[in-house]
């Protein structure tokens, strides 16, 4: 038993760092400013939140205690990390940023 | 083997957080290193934890909520200087 919760939070957390990597992949690779905030801010999100919940799984089979600043954390990350998401591309174009040369959709232009 | 993963779960943490400086560094412009600064903020949440996990206490929980919004505090001031070049208006009537 304590060894499946234990495997579980190693999964968790390899998980976690797994959709790391993969969004510093995506802002090294990726043309430009939209596209790169497209694969940070959900990848690295989704991330975080598995590695909070490893954590929270690790505190609960150690200490067996259930830590709720973790959890409290979880909701905030949650909650916050796609409003900034949205912030900085919205200032990106209004602040004149190009978009990738091969885009084919600007939806936006003709309310500049 | 727990260890093992936590010294996995390290290296790729550091491996990410060397993406987001290069893009920090190299970025053409100024949201593409908002972006990297976002993403590392995020990142020194995942060290906080595993560091937690590492020294076995749960002492640093708190610096993982602080982080997060101190983190979204500052994308929100930068967000708002690049759109309307001033983070608090003094115009009362807008």
Partial sequence: ???IVEILSALFLLM?????LV?????IRLPDVYTRNHAVSKSSTLGILF?????LLFFFHQHGH??????LAIIFIFMTSPV???LINR???HSGVKMWDQSVQDDLKKRR | MFDLALKIALLGASLSMVGFLYRLIKGPSVPDRVVALDAIGINLIAFVALASIVMDTGAYLEAILLLGILSFIG???FAKFLEKGEIIEDDRNR
């Fill in chain 1, 1 to 3: 038993m304590i060894a």
């Fill in chain 1, 16 to 20: 976690g760092v797994f959709l790391f």
């Fill in chain 1, 23 to 27: 969004s510093a992949f995506g802002i």
């Fill in chain 1, 51 to 55: 590695i909070l919940i490893g954590t």
């Fill in chain 1, 66 to 71: 259930f830590d709720f600043r973790i959890v």
């Fill in chain 1, 84 to 86: 900034a998401g949205h």
């Fill in chain 1, 91 to 93: 200032s990106a174009y």
């Fill in chain 2, 75 to 77: 994308t929100v001031a």
